[in-house]
């Protein structure tokens, strides 16, 4: 089952398994499955829910948000290497290597989400995208009720911009060959299940992401006493991938090669 990692200000690291069938809410109340003690988290501010075989993150109503991969959602179905931020506590998703494989070529999904209000849905419709679940497909409570069609928000963006992007990593060092950027999240850390893995003591589970915007590929730091460098430059902010640029996560070094095209 895939795992949580929870990075709390000033505390360390946790990890919590999600199960099949099961919730895991997430507050400052001390009757949540994961306890954020912070003033600025609403008692009850999320939960992660079992749908089938995937997992999905529903805000409940919170003060100030849940974002995941720098987006405000409400609703949003989790992927590996998707990093929840809420109030500044970074959640981290990673999944084992078997369901990786299970999983492989499925980052979009055509799953249909069961509404059960046709107003909800009118206004899902017409909402910004990256505040609402990222399915874009309703139950039709309707005159043809028992079907289900297709809705196409005009705020979307073409995934087309993101799917160009052709970048490809290298490895100088702690590893042999290429890896290619075909995810919108390329995790690198020493969990196994990482896209990018370092065999090194001080570096965390996911101590970097790699998220691919539609101007390009950013670099993420998310936590660990080992920082990525950029061309021996400390990164302490996401931070634009230039053509050559060489990354260092503990004893990986790579060497970043941006082929997409702009046309």
């Given at each position: ?17 999600l ?6 809410t997430?507050?400052?109340?001390d009757?949540?499955?994961?306890v ?23 805000d ?19 992927n ?9 506590h ?13 999983h ?10 069961m ?8 206004m ?8 609402s ?12 009720r ?56 001080l ?59 702009t046309?």
């Amino acid at each position: 089952m895939p795992a949580i990692t929870l990075k709390s200000k000033n505390k360390s690291a946790e990890k919590y398994q999600l199960q099949k069938g099961e919730s895991l809410t997430i507050g400052r109340r001390d009757d949540n499955d994961m306890v954020i003690d912070d003033p600025s988290v609403s008692g009850h501010h999320a939960k992660i829910d079992s749908v089938g075989e995937r997992f999905v993150l529903n805000d409940l109503k919170s003060k100030n948000g849940c974002f995941v991969n720098e987006q405000l959602v409400d609703s949003h179905w989790l992927n590996h290497g998707d990093v929840i931020t809420i109030c500044g506590h970074s959640l981290i998703l990673n999944f084992s290597k078997d369901e990786l494989r299970r999983h492989k070529g499925r980052d979009d999904f055509d799953d249909t989400l069961m509404m059960s209000s046709t107003d909800h849905r009118r206004m899902m419709a017409k909402s910004n995208p990256n505040k609402s679940i990222n399915v874009m497909k309703f139950w039709d409570k309707g005159p043809n009720r028992g079907s289900v069609r297709d809705i196409e928000p005009k705020a979307a963006e073409p995934k087309s911009k993101i799917q160009e992007t052709a970048s490809v990593l290298t490895y100088l060092a702690g590893g042999r060959g290429q890896v290619n950027i075909v995810r919108r999240i390329t995790t690198i850390g020493k969990d196994p299940s990482s896209d990018i893995v370092v065999k090194s003591l001080l570096v965390d589970p996911t101590t970097a992401t790699i998220k691919k915007g539609t101007d390009g590929c950013y670099l993420n730091y998310i936590g660990g006493l080992t920082k990525p460098k950029i061309n021996q430059k400390p990164v302490t902010e996401s931070t634009l991938l230039k053509d050559h640029d060489i990354i260092e996560v503990g004893s990986v070094k790579l060497q970043f090669s941006d082929t997409s095209s702009t046309d």
